[in-house]
């Protein structure tokens, strides 16, 4: 496969794949590019914006494409990416799938045993917005951020090298990662963020029922804090459920920071107040 003359299929059209389909085609690395998107809605909107060059079925898909990347919330994923291997098993083809997910270890156990299995490669680009759809996706999402590798040695060398390359076009660094190491760490880095943004948000709803004052009183502060709870529910419902063990883990530690944060407060105890706060800023030495 030339990687200035390949055919690209995304399956699922939305931020994560809008914003795949439309890099990889203008920085060449796509000579055609295919969608698969369930709302016809979506699928024209993909077509007028120049996200792909064709909106096809599913089947049409998995024929035609060298590269296949599967964008869709992974409780879907889990049963597709078998679903396509054994489509390339049928056919005889060297073709390669990808998926995007933000949880690896269901998926990678529901192909691990694929006679196909070689031909998968489990990534997880580490971008992305709140906002959702063909709309939401914009040419430069993935400059400068980490693409997780999960699960290499399952994959054939040349499936992981033409993926490498594939996100290398995209300007992003690779790592590599065992799938239940990603889950655990992205748990505690990504999930975590969504849910108690999410918590925020219904704390603020339930306290503050005149809207205009949320409107009118929300600063940079609580607006960067919130704005993950504009999340699709569709994405983070399967995420959360599949990811469940290591996200009760980190839920239980941050419901029992707050619960430090309350008591000192509660206590109108300032010198233990000022001492957390100043162990969280210990977070600047990593995020500047």
Known sequence: MSNTHSTIGV??????????????KRRGFAATVLGVEQDPVAGQAALTIGLVDEVVPFADCVDRADIVVVAVPVGAAVKMVP??????????????????????????????????????????????TEY??????QPGLFDGRACIFCDTEESSPLAVKQIEE?????????????ANQHDLHTAYVSHISHVTSFALALTVLDKEKDEKHIFDLASGGFSSTVRLAKSNADMWVPILTQNRENVLHVMDTYIEKMEQFRDAVARIDQDRIRELIQEANKIKRILR
């Open 11 to 24: 399956i699922g059209l939305g931020l994560i794949g809008g914003s795949l389909a439309l890099d990889l």
């Open 83 to 128: 679903e396509i291997l054994d489509r390339f098993q049928e056919k005889g083809s060297e073709q390669i799938v990808i998926d995007v997910c933000s949880t690896k270890e269901q998926i990678c156990s529901a192909t691990k045993y694929h006679p196909r299995r070689g031909q998968f490669v489990s990534t997880h680009p580490m971008a992305g």
């Open 132 to 137: 959702s759809g063909p709309w939401a996706a």
């Open 166 to 178: 594939l996100y290398a076009v995209l300007n992003m660094r690779p790592l590599y990662m065992r």
